[in-house]
Nanobody, 124 residues
Framework: VQLVESGGGSVQAGGSLILSCEASGYTYSRYCMGWFRQFPGKEREGVAT???????QYAISVKGRFTISKDNAKNTLYLQMNSLKPEDTATYYC???????????????????WGQGTQVTVSS
């Protein structure tokens, strides 16, 4: 199982970024997938998840600004991030859960495979 994130970078407040996570080594469509982020010195926190059936969930802090989606044909997970704020600055990780269902609200529970992370920096 391999997860490779891309799309991070630097952007000004109010701007947008799209993160991608390409998966390989397993049947992609059968699993819950998620985006997480980690601030320096903090625990990794859930941002958004998408279940095998396409059901999505979001952390309150990003709801209405971020959109998680997936393309099963391309084995790729996306995170569209709009109206970015300086407090969104973090390292973002994609992850695969152990089943097709996602816990609520988004959390690390049940996720066993992780990408290497991609840095997102939002300047004011």
């Amino acid at each position: 199982v391999q997860l490779v994130e891309s799309g991070g970078g630097s952007v000004q407040a109010g701007g947008s970024l799209i993160l991608s996570c390409e998966a390989s080594g397993y049947t992609y469509s059968r699993y819950c997938m998620g985006w997480f982020r980690q601030f320096p010195g903090k625990e990794r926190e859930g941002v958004a998840t998408i279940a095998a059936d396409g059901y999505t969930q979001y952390a309150i802090s990003v709801k209405g600004r971020f959109t998680i989606s997936k393309d099963n044909a391309k084995n790729t997970l996306y995170l569209q991030m709009n109206s970015l704020k300086p407090e969104d600055t973090a390292t973002y990780y994609c992850a695969r859960a152990i089943s097709g269902r996602c816990v609520s609200p988004p959390s690390r529970t049940g996720f066993d495979r992780w990408g290497q992370g991609t840095q997102v920096t939002v300047s004011s």
